[in-house]
Structures are given as C-alpha cells and as structure tokens.
C-alpha cells in the first residue's frame, strides 16, 4: 500500500525556474520514461526520448489528434506492451509490468470511454476495482475470515468515495443508468480505489457538462493537494491552462514542448504540431525581409 498516498503538498512551487525545454530532468520526478517506442505495423505512434513527470503535481498532456497520448498512457500503465525503452516509478524499474502490478505499485490508469459495468451496481463497481486493481482474488479461497474483514474495509473506501464525489445516493443503482458525467465521477472514484499515488486520467473532462467539468476540475485539484500525483491527457485548453502545473506536448509520437501552461501557448513547436508545419511555410521560403534575412522557422517565439 502506498504510504505517501496522503502526504501533504509542499507549500513550494518546486517547478518554478524549470526549463520549458522537451525531456527537461524534474527536481523530484515519480515517472522517469526512457527511449520508449510503441509502433502498430509500419506507424511509430509513440517514440519518447525522455520524459520525467513530477511528483505532486498536475501533469496535462496535450497534442492532436493521434499524437500518441493514449498509446503512452497504455504502455506505461501496463495496459499495452512497449516495443522499446524502459520507464522507472518512484525509482523502481517497472518497464513491462502488468496494469495490476502497477496499479499494485500505485500507478492507475482511467480510460476515454469509461469502463463502468452497466449490469452492476455503483458500489459494486467500486468493490471490484479494488480487488481487481489489487488482485486478491485468491483471497476469499484461502481465508475467509479475513477476506471478510477486507471486504468491510473496501466497503467502507467505497462509500466514502461515493460521499465525495457526490455518488453515493447512486450507491445502489445500476451503473447503466448513469449519465455520461455520473460515470466519469464513478471512473474515477474506481480509480482512487487502490490507493494510488499516481493517477493517469484519459479525458476525464471529454462529453461532460460544464457544472459537472467544474465539479470534475475541483475533484482532480484537491487529490494533488492531498499529494497525489495526476497525469492527464485533454483537449479542452481552457481546463489545461485551469489547473495544470506543468504541461507536456506530444506530437508524430514525439514529445515536442513542455513547460508552465503560460509558455505552452507562445511555444513555435506546438503551433506547428496544432496546425501543421507548413502553416508559415509561405514566410519561411523566400519571403526576404528589407535587409534580406529569411525568416527562420521551428524556434519558440
Ligand atoms: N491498436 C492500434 N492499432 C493500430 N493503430 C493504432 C492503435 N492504437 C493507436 N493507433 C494509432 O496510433 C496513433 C496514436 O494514437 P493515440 O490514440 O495514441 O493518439 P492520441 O494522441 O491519444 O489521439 P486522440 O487525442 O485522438 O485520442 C494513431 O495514428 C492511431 O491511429
């Protein structure tokens, strides 16, 4: 179980004076990711030098679409294997783990499309994830007694977990029923269940409303000041520059930027990965000033 789960935030900014330079090293990181590649036949979709993400902080990663963004969230968390590289947590080399021993070392992942079972209840939703993210099903076989003590406990997190994201008058209603916004509290309440200390959300914001976006951004802020590190990946950049610390851009499969949400806008290499490289082709071949000089392009402004 991880034991810095609640540990409070330091009341620093320990990301200030950091370089907003692409695989720039971190004061603290929690995830370090080395020369991981994942291709699908002939198409690399994620190649990533290095990338460190910092412990206790808000981490979005942005970049268009088929950027690579899900394919990396996949392969870190064990949800897909790498074709190369290896990544580190919390200093331990987990390259190639499963999602349960990760989620077991305290890195869980949420998805685009939640993944709540219609045909269950809320709790019993909640239940599951906690066994199936910690993998003790051969706990009830082999100990009953203290199966059931663990059962109350998880039954216990689970409620609480439903008090706090306002769920738990759904306790006890099929998770079908749901909205779109309801199953995003509920994917990633289920999350909180193993206790994780790192959180990588998939679009947690992606078709809600924007009370229930609100509510969402409130929910995320208030588990980095509890100390838990959030990874997200997002679109809306309106919830990106709200509640980011730090933002990483990926582009082709690549890490291309990275730095405070303010610099993200004005950076050249993600208006190029936004609207394409050529959009100042036009200025950058042959277009000469009065004294002659060609405007460089691929610079940050
Ligand atoms: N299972 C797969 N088989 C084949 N190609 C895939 C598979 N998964 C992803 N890809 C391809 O890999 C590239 C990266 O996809 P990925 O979903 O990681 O991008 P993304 O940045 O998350 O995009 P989006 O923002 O649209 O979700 C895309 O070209 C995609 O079509």
Redesign the pocket.
Same mark, same amino acid.
């Given at each position: 179980m991880p034991a810095d789960a609640a540990r409070p935030r330091s009341p620093l900014a320990p990301l200030d004076g950091v370089a907003p330079e692409p695989g720039v090293r971190k004061p603290d990181p929690l995830l370090v990711l080395d020369g991981v590649t994942r291709a699908? !036949?002939g #198409?690399v /979709?994620v190649r990533v030098d290095h990338l460190e993400v910092q412990r206790g902080a808000i981490t979005a990663l942005i970049?268009p679409?088929? /950027? !690579?963004? *899900? *394919? #990396?969230f996949n392969v870190v968390s064990g949800f897909d294997r790498a074709d190369g590289g290896r990544w580190s947590f919390d200093g331990q080399p987990l390259s190639g783990r499963s999602a349960h021993q990760m989620a077991r070392r305290g890195l869980v992942r949420t998805f685009?499309l939640t993944r709540t079972l219609a045909r269950l209840t809320v709790l019993e939703n909640m239940k599951l994830a906690a066994v199936g993210q910690r993998g003790e099903r051969l706990l009830p076989a082999l100990l009953p007694p203290l199966w059931r003590g663990q059962e109350r406990e998880i039954e216990r997190r689970a409620d609480e977990l439903l008090e706090r994201f306002q769920l738990a008058r759904l306790r006890d209603d099929y998770a079908g029923t749901l909205s779109g916004g309801q199953r995003k509290l509920l994917e990633l309440a289920r999350a909180l269940m193993a206790q994780p200390v790192m959180v990588l959300l998939d679009e947690p914001m992606a078709g809600v409303n924007p009370a229930l976006t609100q509510s969402l951004l409130g929910h995320i802020t208030q588990l980095r000041d509890e100390g838990l590190t959030v990874c997200f990946?997002e679109?809306d950049m309106d919830v990106v520059m709200g509640i980011s610390d730090w933002v990483a851009v990926?582009a082709g499969g690549r890490l291309v930027a990275e730095g405070p949400p303010h610099t993200i806008g004005r950076n050249r290499a993600v208006v190029d990965a936004y609207l394409g490289k050529q959009h100042d082709e036009p200025e950058a071949t042959g277009e000469t000033g009065e004294a002659g000089e060609t405007r460089e392009t691929g610079e940050e402004e």
């Open positions: 699908f !036949g #198409l /979709a970049g679409n088929g /950027a !690579g963004k *899900t *394919t #990396l685009q990946v679109h990926m």
